[in-house]
């Protein structure tokens, strides 16, 4: 991997054209192999729906090169080199372009991200994640069982303690907040 995309730079180099390409580096989502007792990628959990993403830009480069925690979805990439290359598509695309947050400019970001995995006609699961009075939690619903899932990604990041059922939750201001929250945010989304 690392020779083909040091062959894909060079050959970019050579032609006088590195400066003048955005280079996206990603791939697939990941197989859970067992973690959380599943073995397919169509899990809710971090493993299952993280991917790797460099971005290489540089007349948008401010700075050094940097880490961004702010929520960026494959949806993105198209809007993106839309709006590089100048064009405004002529049918309304889902996604938003990442040229403020490669230019450092953005000032205000999507806050929480709807995933469903589906089995035939309805989704097998949703999942909505997004910040709760500074805290990033994850709700998690199953169609097929109705069971559900809730973490504290901050202070349980391998999602091992499952909130939603534990009455404690219900006594702590930032889990009862997200355990109120997040059921109807992941239901508007699945609407939209």
């Known amino acids: 991997m690392d020779e083909g995309v040091a062959s894909i730079m060079k050959a970019l180099r050579d032609i006088g054209q590195s400066d003048n390409t955005l280079v996206i580096f990603t791939s697939d989502n990941g197989y859970s192999w067992g973690s959380h007792r599943w073995k397919p990628k169509q899990c809710p959990y971090e493993e299952c729906i993280r991917v790797p993403m460099i971005m290489r830009y540089p007349d948008l480069v401010v700075g050094a090169p940097r880490t961004d925690d702010r929520i960026v979805l494959n949806i993105d990439f198209a809007p993106t080199i839309a709006d590089l290359a100048g064009v405004v598509p002529d049918t309304l695309i889902n996604g938003t372009s990442l040229v403020p947050l490669l230019a450092n400019r953005a000032t205000g970001w999507r806050t929480d991200f709807l995933d469903e995995h589906w089995n035939g006609e ?26 559900r899932e809730l973490y504290d990604l901050d202070a349980d990041p391998y999602e091992l303690t499952n909130r939603w059922n534990d009455p404690a939750c219900n006594s702590e201001a930032n889990c009862s907040a997200a355990k109120a929250a997040l059921p109807p945010r992941l239901h508007q989304l699945q609407s939209q």
């Not at 309805?122 to 069982?145: M, Q, R």
Request: charged share 25%; no cysteine; proline share 4%.
């Open 122 to 147: 309805i989704p097998d699961n949703g999942l909505v994640k997004s910040k709760v009075n500074g805290a990033t939690w994850k709700y998690v619903e199953y169609t097929t069982t109705g069971e």
